[in-house]
């Protein structure tokens, strides 16, 4: 079975100049394979609203490609993005990392674990581009193509879940990141109102 790193090294490979949102346990994994300014760290109080935060980027930035990685148990407790974000045409690129687990916060299992279909949520929500890989090479195969393209896409990345993972810290403060997210975005153009 896939590992969370290995989901994340495939997308590091993948990604062209797409804003990256890292939600959760992918905190702690994707700064060891990048750190550019276009990566956005979000470790809110409340799970589940790392896919509102890309929907607000795609928004702002019209046509600039946001990948946002968000795990089953985030992803469970706001469900309703799903169906926000399909009615909009926008570069937003979800990747969903179902490891069954609430890894970072005890190891407790994600209720349903292993029967919830989540590409028949994201179908049913209304979007359009929506792949599943439960394996390596399944996610290397369709990287290309789902990485790419009109949006948004959903992705369901089956992966392997780890007991005893501490809650991550972002690797740069906050404030810092927003400043090198804005300022990174600025180069390219004035943001929409």
Same mark, same amino acid.
């Given at each position: ?9 495939? &997308?590091?490979?993948? !990604?062209?100049?797409?804003? @990256? +949102?890292?939600?959760? /346990?992918?905190?702690? =994994?994707?700064?060891? #394979? ?22 607000? &980027?795609?928004?702002? !930035?019209?046509?600039?490609? @946001? +990948?946002?990685?968000? /795990?089953?148990?985030? =992803?469970?407790?706001? #469900? ?114």
């Amino acid at each position: 079975m896939m590992t969370h790193r290995d989901a994340l090294e495939v &997308l590091a490979a993948h !990604r062209r100049d797409q804003i @990256v +949102v890292t939600t959760m /346990g992918s905190v702690a =994994l994707w700064p060891q #394979l990048s750190d550019s300014p276009l990566d956005f760290h979000y470790l809110p109080s409340s799970m589940g609203q790392g896919v509102p935060v890309g929907l607000g &980027l795609c928004l702002a !930035r019209p046509g600039h490609g @946001v +990948v946002v990685l968000t /795990g089953d148990g985030g =992803l469970l407790m706001n #469900l309703g993005c799903l169906v926000t974000v399909a009615q909009f045409q926008v570069p937003l690129y979800i990747l969903l990392i179902d490891n069954g687990l609430y890894e970072v916060t005890g190891g407790q299992a994600v209720a349903n674990a292993g029967r919830t279909n989540f590409a028949a949520i994201a179908r049913g929500a209304g979007i359009g581009r929506v792949y599943e890989c439960a394996s390596r090479s399944e996610w290397e195969a369709a990287a290309g193509e789902s990485l790419s393209g009109a949006g948004p896409v959903f992705v369901w990345l089956k992966v392997a879940g780890e007991l005893g993972k501490a809650t991550p810290s972002a690797p740069h403060p906050m404030a810092e990141q927003i400043e090198r997210l804005r300022a990174a975005l600025l180069r390219c153009g004035p943001v929409t109102p």
